[in-house]
Every structure is written in C-alpha cells, then in structure tokens.
C-alpha cells in the first residue's frame, strides 16, 4: 500500500481551505464552516502493547483543549506502570522541531505572551494547545526550548516569546 502524499488533515488544509478561500468563503466563521477537532489516543496494555484507539472527536475548541488536558492528567497516575505512561507520551509527542517550526510560522516577527488566559490576550502555549496537536504535559519541555533557543524571556512580571522570522 502506498502512502498518500497528504494526511486527511493536509489535505484540507492546503487544498480544500484554498479552494474555499477562493471561492469567498471565510474559515473563521462559524456560520459558513465549523472545524472538526479530533484526537487520537493510542491506548496500551499493561505489557506496553498497542490495544487500540481512543478517538475523541469535537467541534468545540474548549472540548478539544479540555480532553488534550485530560489525557494528560491521566499520564500522571500511578496506577498505570510508568512505561506505559512513559510510551503513551512518546506515541502522543510532537518532536519539538516541528513545534518550533509552527511556533516561527504563526508567530514569526512578533512579541507574544508565552500563556496568560486565552480569552484575554494571544499565547504561544494556548496556540500550541488549540491549534496543534501539542498536548499539556509537552508544555514545560517546549518552554524550555524556546528558553534554550533565546526565543523567551522574562520582561517586567510577563514571560515573552520574541519570534524571529523565518
């Protein structure tokens, strides 16, 4: 079997939102198009096996950043062995070059807050958590990086990502 040259969501992003977009349609209102938001859980036994999918799928933006926050509380319990949880987190990780490439892509050029209420002003973490595939427990790890990468510093009380250009 051959691997198609898109994922299902490439494909939408980058052929059926242009067309869309050329045809007049805006993407950001909800009354003309609603984002399916879908997440994909591998699901392991206790040996660390594979068992299956757990898929949660939402239209809600809350509901989606909600359940990627659930997901990772639950890798913290400890009645799951800590290998399991430990492979669960690498099956659910985005490598962090592939962030710092979104991160540049969305933001680049540009002074943003790294979090602080989504409701009140643009973050790089609620970003990374709405709009990707970035889970929770992935976060610390990310801010370290951009740390690391200079991209982010303590200005007065507020920590600031100062996103270079690409």
């Known amino acids: 079997m051959t691997t198609p040259p898109y994922s299902e969501a490439d494909t939408r992003q980058q052929l059926i939102d242009a067309r869309l977009r050329l045809a007049g349609w805006d993407l950001?209102?909800?009354?003309?198009?609603?984002?399916?938001?879908?997440?994909?859980?591998?699901?392991?036994?206790a040996r660390g096996g594979h068992?299956?999918?757990?898929?949660h799928a939402s239209k809600s933006l809350k509901g989606y950043s909600t359940m990627k926050e659930a997901v990772s509380q639950s890798l913290n319990r400890t009645d799951q062995a800590p290998f399991v949880r430990n492979r669960m987190r690498q099956d659910l990780r985005i490598p962090l070059q592939e962030v710092l490439a979104t991160v540049q892509r969305y933001f680049g050029g540009r002074t943003v807050r790294w979090s602080g209420d989504s409701d009140v002003a643009e973050?790089?973490?609620?970003?990374?958590?709405?709009?990707t595939a970035v889970f929770n427990f992935q976060s610390s790890e990310i801010k370290r990086t951009l740390k690391d990468h200079g991209w982010l510093r303590r200005i007065g009380r507020v920590e600031q990502c100062m996103v270079p250009s690409d």
């Open 28 to 45: 950001v209102d909800p009354s003309q198009v609603i984002r399916e938001l879908d997440i994909h859980v591998p699901m392991r036994g």
């Open 51 to 55: 068992k299956y999918y757990l898929v």
């Open 123 to 131: 973050s790089v973490k609620w970003f990374l958590l709405e709009d």
